[in-house]
């Protein structure tokens, strides 16, 4: 279900609008690894007909799973749009299409919400990433493609003969 606000109801007075929006409605896939959204987006603004346009001002949250980039831990992040503003036109070439006298508002917030995610995640600003012990233990691993203790791929390269 999009979020709609209907023309016909601004003419008459302002709207307050408030509620929650699945984030299968938001139709939100961050194609994002370190990233989830595991519940939903939280809206509370105020919808006003302007000159030609809408005028929405408000707040959008949205609860975050988030994995850090350095130490791969998982941590919540809450992504908190307080003063959020958008202004929709009506009239002219980047006017909004509105079907049935409505204007589904759904697309212009997910844009909002996604250009807000954090980048490169971190648990917290002084994280040191991963323990010495464990990229240590990665390093000696005997998997296929890793070379064993005390060499390095420069000397497996330089045993190449051309």
Not at 27 to 40: G, S
Not at 41 to 60: D, K, R, V
Not at 105 to 113: G, K, M, Q, S, V
Not at 131 to 140: E, I, L
């Amino acid at each position: 279900m999009s979020l709609l606000i209907n023309l016909r109801h601004l003419e008459v007075h302002d709207l307050k609008v408030k509620g929650e929006l699945s984030i299968g409605d938001l139709d939100m896939d961050p194609h994002d690894e370190v990233i989830r959204l595991p519940q939903p987006l939280a809206y509370n603004f105020e919808a006003q007909q302007l000159e030609g346009g809408i005028l929405l001002q408000g707040s959008l949250s949205l609860s975050l799973e988030c994995q850090c980039v350095r130490c791969l831990k998982l941590f919540p992040y809450l992504l908190d749009l307080r003063k959020w503003t958008l202004h929709l036109s009506l009239q002219g070439e980047e006017s909004v299409p509105v079907v049935n006298d409505c204007v589904d508002l759904t697309p212009y917030i997910r844009e909002d919400i996604l250009l807000a995610f954090p980048q490169h995640p971190l648990c917290n600003p002084e994280c040191c990433g991963l323990p010495k012990n464990f990229v240590r233990r990665s390093k000696n691993s005997s998997s296929t493609g890793q070379a064993g203790p005390g060499l390095s791929a420069w000397d497996e390269l330089n045993k190449l003969k051309f």
